[in-house]
């Protein structure tokens, strides 16, 4: 992909007003993402968009840009997946609405290994937190890659059980792969890359929780 079309996906996904469904719906109208930065005025009205959409896609911020490229450059565990990327996990892209672009550190063969998901409460009675690790640590010993999302108590047993047992696991985040939260599963956010997983945002790198 060129740097101007992955440009384009990035000033795409982060404009205002501008949600999923809507992001979609150019896409498929306008055939392609530079298209969509090159189209008039009217034909993006006729699209569906409002005006306040219409001027935000004027103002991309291209600081921002330079900043999200950096990153990818700057490590060979950096990757910026769009719609396009071979490695954008393929059951995502069943959604009526995928999310743009995916920032990724770690490894991308993970993403399609197959896989459980385990999530739950931040407060977990001790039962709970020992079965949340029992259960990741016995199903990544039979080679199921463990996707949780990297909170405390469950998240984090899930995550923990999987490296226990020599296994990849995914954590995915609701901020920016540079602003781990919470801040005390740091170690087992960089621990999960250095043994093949991987760590998944939708959001910008330094994007806070």
């Known amino acids: 992909m060129t740097e101007e079309k992955l440009r384009c996906y990035l000033a795409l996904a982060q404009t205002k007003h501008l949600g999923p469904a809507t992001l979609f719906k150019l896409l498929k109208h306008f055939g392609s993402v530079e298209s969509v930065f090159h189209a008039s005025t009217d034909a993006l009205v006729r699209c569906g968009l409002k005006q306040a959409a219409v001027d935000a ?35 995502l892209l069943e959604l009526p609405a995928p999310p743009l672009v995916l920032y990724v550190k770690g490894n991308l063969e993970c993403l399609r290994a197959p ?11 001790a039962q709970g937190a020992k079965l949340a690790h029992q259960f990741a640590y016995e199903l990544a010993e039979y080679g199921w890659t463990i996707t949780s999302g990297l909170a405390l108590g469950i998240d984090g047993r899930a995550h923990q059980g999987a490296l ?9 985040l609701g901020s920016g792969l540079e602003s781990v939260y919470p801040a005390r599963h740091l170690k087992l956010s960089e621990q999960i890359v250095e043994t093949g997983g991987a760590l998944v945002s939708e959001y910008s790198p330094k994007t806070a929780p």
């Open 57 to 91: 896609l004027g103002q991309v911020d291209d600081k921002a840009l330079d900043a999200q490229l950096l990153w990818l450059q700057q490590s060979a565990h950096h990757h910026i997946l769009t719609w396009e990327h071979p490695a954008f996990p393929t059951l």
């Open 115 to 125: 896989g459980v998901c385990l999530v739950g409460s931040r407060k977990p009675t």
């Open 164 to 172: 226990e047992a020599g296994g990849q696991t995914i954590a995915v």
